[in-house]
């Protein structure tokens, strides 16, 4: 039996989950699949991911891949796996057992449980603002390998995100959801506030962005950022751009922003302003030297039985001088320059003036970053750091 685990869905705007499927773990590591024929006929059952089509019959992952990408999204990041292998110790540290302990915070609609008769799952202590300095004193004994005491141990939580390995919460603000994100020991920056003021200018970009804030904590920032996977009570199903690109048959080595624009043309209900709005982060990354931006840091949300892009998340100067993206950005692969940026337009529905204009509004708004980073709480030191990084001039050569 504990190589069963029921897999479980909020339809979109239900406040109770309905039984979806069930994964079964073989010989200790592969997951198999299979829709429960409840959900095949819920009048609210959509297929989980591409490639996993409403049918009866058992399922097998992708080739090289373990269990459904799909499940791997609503499954604890690195952070996540930290704080359960400290607090649960599960005895094989299994996807089975992780996707279990995760707890009810989990990103997207998805849920888990042992029994197939009723959705069985920890109650969870709601944690607020108030609550944040204990949280960060938690969060820093574990990430330190401190011994963690009994009132650590009930504040720690695999909590959720969309991936990453950095101390988080989730927490109650505002009387919302919001994800909270704590500095850490070894830092080279005040890196919560990089990634507020970054935030803030890739709207200012035209890029949709979740509302952010920063908190003072006994003399540090913390990241707040609201949920964009919830909306009031509503939980929205939510996959990330290598769940979807997998389910493509895109080689997970060679992953690019195009890429994903192909899947917005497909697949959104909304194709023109996704593949915009993905032609402008891919600007946006290059010039900000966000190098992070791999295939898990962008994502789409099921929402009124299709899917969209969601918001962008996790940006922010890495100060690492790569000199080279995560994901491909044109012809010379993933150089981090605007000339490559403009040689993939047409695969974003963008000719070749329309996308230059788009680079200029971008630069635009990028002209005066020092400023707006001054604004939104980053330290004069830390943004000469980042002029080290940010719009240099191999960046901006050929546009």
């Known amino acids: 039996m504990n190589d069963i685990l029921y897999v479980w869905i909020y339809p979109e705007g239900a406040q109770q989950p309905a039984l979806c499927g069930k994964l079964e773990l073989l010989r200790g590591r592969r997951c198999l699949f299979s829709y429960e024929e409840a959900w095949l006929q819920h009048p609210q059952s959509f297929a989980l991911s591409p490639d996993m089509a409403l049918r009866s019959g058992v399922m097998e992952p992708p080739a090289g891949q373990e269990i459904h990408p799909i499940f791997e999204d609503a499954g604890p990041d690195r952070w996540g796996q930290a704080v359960i292998n400290k607090i649960f110790n599960p005895r094989r540290r299994s996807h089975l057992e992780?996707?279990?302990?995760?707890?009810?915070?989990?990103?997207?609609?998805?849920?888990?449980?042992?029994?197939?008769?009723?959705?069985?799952v920890a109650e969870?202590?709601?944690?607020?603002?108030?609550?944040?300095?204990?949280?960060?004193?938690?969060?820093?004994?574990?990430?330190?390998?401190?011994?963690?005491?009994?009132?650590?141990?009930?504040?720690?939580?695999?909590?959720?995100?969309?991936?990453?390995?950095?101390?988080?919460?989730?927490?109650?603000?505002?009387?919302?959801?919001?994800?909270?994100?704590?500095?850490?020991?070894?830092?080279?920056?005040?890196?919560?506030?990089?990634?507020?003021?970054?935030?803030?200018?890739?709207?200012?970009?035209?890029?949709?962005?979740?509302?952010?804030s920063l908190?003072?904590?006994?003399?540090?920032?913390?990241?707040?950022?609201?949920?964009?996977?919830?909306?009031?009570?509503?939980?929205?199903?939510?996959a990330s751009a290598r769940?979807?690109?997998?389910?493509?048959?895109?080689?997970?080595?060679?992953?690019?922003?195009?890429?994903i624009a192909d899947l917005a043309r497909r697949l959104s209900k909304s194709p023109q302003e996704d593949c915009l709005e993905l032609f402008r982060r891919m600007a946006l990354n290059v010039c900000l030297e966000n190098t992070d931006d791999h295939?898990?840091?962008?994502?789409?949300?099921f929402k009124g039985s299709q899917w969209r892009l969601a918001p962008a998340y996790d940006i922010q100067p890495q100060l690492q001088g790569l000199g080279y993206q995560q994901l491909r950005i044109g012809d010379?692969?993933?150089?981090?320059?605007?000339?490559?940026?403009l040689s993939s337009s047409s695969r974003f529905l963008l000719k070749k003036d329309a996308?230059?204009?788009?680079?200029?509004?971008?630069?635009?708004?990028?002209?005066?970053?020092?400023?707006?980073?001054?604004?939104?709480?980053?330290?004069?030191?830390?943004?000469?750091?980042?002029?080290?990084?940010?719009?240099?001039?191999?960046?901006?050569a050929g546009v």
């Not at 004193?137 to 909590?159: C, F, T, V, W, Y």
């Not at 769940?243 to 890429?259: H, K, R």
């Not at 010379?332 to 940026?341: D, K, Q």
């Open 98 to 120: 992780y996707l279990e302990l995760a707890g009810e915070d989990r990103i997207g609609a998805l849920g888990f449980s042992r029994s197939r008769d009723a959705y069985l």
């Open 124 to 212: 969870e202590q709601a944690f607020h603002t108030a609550d944040l300095p204990g949280l960060i004193r938690a969060a820093q004994a574990l990430e330190n390998q401190m011994p963690i005491d009994d009132a650590m141990r009930r504040l720690l939580r695999p909590g959720a995100s969309a991936g990453g390995a950095r101390p988080k919460a989730i927490i109650t603000h505002n009387n919302e959801d919001w994800l909270a994100k704590f500095p850490a020991d070894g830092d080279p920056a005040d890196v919560c506030a990089l990634e507020h003021a970054s935030l803030r200018l890739a709207a200012r970009c035209g890029i949709r962005v979740p509302e952010s």
């Open 215 to 238: 908190q003072q904590i006994s003399g540090r920032n913390v990241l707040l950022v609201k949920r964009f996977d919830r909306e009031g009570a509503s939980r929205l199903h939510f």
């Open 243 to 259: 769940t979807m690109l997998i389910a493509e048959g895109v080689d997970l080595s060679d992953m690019g922003y195009a890429d």
């Open 295 to 301: 295939e898990k840091n962008h994502a789409f949300l």
């Open 332 to 341: 010379a692969g993933h150089e981090p320059t605007l000339s490559n940026v």
């Open 355 to 396: 996308a230059r204009d788009q680079i200029a509004e971008i630069l635009a708004q990028l002209r005066d970053w020092r400023e707006h980073f001054a604004q939104d709480g980053v330290s004069d030191q830390d943004i000469q750091m980042c002029s080290q990084y940010v719009m240099t001039p191999s960046i901006l």
